[in-house]
């Protein structure tokens, strides 16, 4: 097994010829940024001595489990993605985080970051979901980002439901590519609290199929510069703006003036029409017999 130590950042050449003629401890104590991407990485050990650690890159390892990171309450990008990671836990004193990548990995529930209020991006794409599974979000956490993420990356998930995300209106960028997203309805409920939103991609779910998708969901997020990979042009915005206020206007001036009501109307159906005729056929029929009288 191999674990992350200072013992491996001493063997580690590069760090080695970066100390330039500083004692380890010493030299510990200056390292900002720490590489340990893709070195089969099982575990990580004690770097309490790297106090000053701002950005740790761990990607591409074996790591199971968030550990031994207490210590490093400077880090603001953490880069975990395409471990065995199952749980986020262990993540409360990081409370300068500012950028998590945690992509590729194995986990089911978004929890565990309500300590961390400068949190602005999380990255969570491709979870190595069983069948029937579905990345799920902790109201807590959701509750607790709802002031500071403007990122967020959901993308292959399974998720058909986005409903919870209401609540995160400082968003900026939202990606959900190949999710089960399908309901129309509820995607601009939930857009239309994020009216910070410059950027969103829901590419390859069952809701871009959906007549007017695309129109109705610019008219909602109305500072959108870019839906799908597609800029939007300001003039086709100003007109599906209007043409949404027009259609509007209209509904309205009719549920206050409605139009004088036939007899259709009133008896609401086809089979009013008999009725209507065999009426006017018994008073024609009174009115023969008595003027025959």
Partial sequence: MVLLTVDLIAKSKKH???????????????????????????EI????????????????????YICNLGFATNLTHLYMQNNNITH????????????LYLGGNRITVVEGLEHLHELTELHLENQRLSPGEKLLFDPRTLLSLSKSLTVLNINNNNIDDIRDLAVLKELQHFSA????????KELEDVF?????????????????????????????????????????????????????????????????????????????GPC??????????????????????
Avoid at 52 to 63: A, S
Wanted: proline residues 3%; glycine residues 4%.
């Fill in 177 to 184: 590519v190949d999710n089960k997203l399908h309901d129309m």
């Fill in 192 to 268: 239309a609290n994020w009216s910070r939103l410059l950027l969103m991609d829901l590419g390859g779910n069952p809701v871009c199929k959906k007549p007017k998708y695309r129109d109705r969901l610019i008219t909602v997020c109305k500072n959108l510069e870019a839906l799908d990979g597609r800029e939007i042009n300001n003039l086709t915005r100003q007109f599906l703006i209007n043409w949404k206020a027009s259609r509007e206007a209209k509904k309205s001036n009719n549920e206050q003036f409605p139009g004088p009501l036939t007899n259709f109307d009133l008896d609401q």
């Fill in 45 to 64: 050990g004690d770097l309490s001595m790297c106090r000053n650690l701002t950005v740790l890159y761990l990607y591409d390892n074996q790591i199971t």
């Fill in 88 to 99: 986020i836990d262990n993540l409360y004193n990081l409370q300068k985080l500012s950028k």
């Fill in 272 to 293: 009013s029409v008999h009725r209507h005729a065999n009426m006017q056929r018994w008073k024609l029929h009174s009115f023969s017999c008595t003027s025959a009288k």
């Fill in 16 to 42: 080695f010829q970066k100390k330039r003629g500083l004692s380890f401890p010493e030299y510990l104590k200056t390292l900002t940024h720490l590489h340990f991407s893709n070195k089969n990485i099982e």
